[in-house]
């Protein structure tokens, strides 16, 4: 497991039915590609996050695979449309296997 990885994210607490809404994601993570060295001529590991996802009441709004040649600490931003009240589920999941998660609900009214 990476050290110090934090997800985070910004989700409207409130909208219309209907209505897109800019949803705003990053994780810390140092996003290690596995081609450098380290001071001793070792290659440091690869250690990536390697996929996103993101539901919607159970629904996939978003999925995404990342390659090494994202930087450190990815960010996304995208829109999304919401029919009703719910819970974004955001996931990301790691090369050593670890899985990170946030919910963020939103109220339609």
């Not at 934090?6 to 994601?25: M, Q």
């Not at 996929?51 to 994202?70: K, M, S």
Request: aromatic share 10%; glycine share 6%; proline share 6%.
């Amino acid at each position: 497991m990476a050290d110090n990885v934090k997800p985070r994210v910004k989700v409207p607490s409130k909208a219309s039915a209907g209505d897109e809404i800019t949803i705003k994601t990053l994780i810390s993570h140092p996003m290690e590609s596995g081609q450098r060295k380290d001071k001793e001529g070792n290659v440091i590991p690869r250690s990536i996050i390697n996929r996103f996802t993101c539901d919607f009441n159970g629904e996939n709004v978003v999925d995404v695979t990342l390659e090494p040649a994202i930087s450190t600490n990815p960010y996304f931003e995208f829109m999304a449309k919401v029919p009703e009240s719910g819970e974004f589920k955001f996931t990301w999941y790691d090369d050593d296997g670890s899985v990170y998660e946030d919910a963020k609900s939103i109220t339609v009214g």
